[in-house]
């Protein structure tokens, strides 16, 4: 996470504007703010923006990315940062995130899939949920407009165990749906599987002109 927040205070030095879309706890927004850059935060769950609050997270906005409460370029730079994957209309989002900000699009994927949240998927989709993802990673963007910038991070090992304690306290908006009963079921059987496991994952930095997304909203 120090190498994360330190690529992203790299890539924004120079800017006095930023947006943090999807701030959540303010897992981004708090240290950047540390670093003395300007950061908006906005997000849809009022339960997150009250963590965010709690670790004294500043400028902070309740509200949905399909309807930015900005002026048209407030931001130079925006932060999404797995976020677009829980919007279905992703589209209307990222025609918001070019409306409001003049320069870049600013996030971070990782190079390999988790198998512990694949499996989590799966066991949901044999009890009835449909998982399907309402919207499109941030990596899969990258298929649809070059980015500008692909940087790499780091490389860090991902522990199973603290997957299993994320999906147990279903801190994903895409787990809310899912019955407490039918959660903890799921995460038992994950934990019989994969506890103890740790994966490999290289994590790297993308950048995308707002620009070049504009002209790929236009097609």
Not at 71 to 89: G, M, N, P, T, V
Request: charged share 30%; net charge positive.
């Amino acid at each position: 996470m120090k190498q994360v927040i330190e690529a992203f205070a790299r890539e924004i030095e120079g800017y006095k504007t930023v947006l943090d879309l999807g701030v959540g706890t303010g897992r981004f927004a708090k240290p950047l703010q540390e670093q003395r850059f300007c950061i908006v935060g906005i997000d849809i769950s009022r339960e997150m923006l009250r963590k965010a609050q709690d670790k004294r997270t500043d400028n902070l906005l309740l509200g949905e990315a399909c309807q930015l409460p900005f002026k048209d370029s407030a931001f130079q730079i925006a932060l999404c940062i797995h976020i677009l994957h829980l919007i279905s209309d992703w589209k209307v989002a990222l025609g918001e995130i070019c409306r409001v900000t003049t320069e870049e699009l600013v996030s971070i994927t990782h190079t390999r899939k988790n198998p512990v949240s694949e499996a989590y998927e799966q066991l949901l989709r044999e009890r009835g949920y449909d998982m399907r993802r309402l919207g499109i990673r941030e990596s899969e963007l990258q298929g649809l407009v070059k980015p500008a910038k692909s940087i790499f991070i780091a490389s860090h090992e991902y522990s199973a165990n603290k997957r299993l304690d994320y999906l147990r306290q279903r801190a994903s908006s895409r787990q809310w749906r899912i019955q407490e009963e039918v959660n903890k079921q799921v995460v038992q059987e994950l934990t019989k599987r994969f506890v103890g496991q740790k994966y490999p994952q290289d994590i790297n930095l993308l950048v995308w002109n707002i620009n070049d997304l504009k002209v790929h909203l236009k097609q």
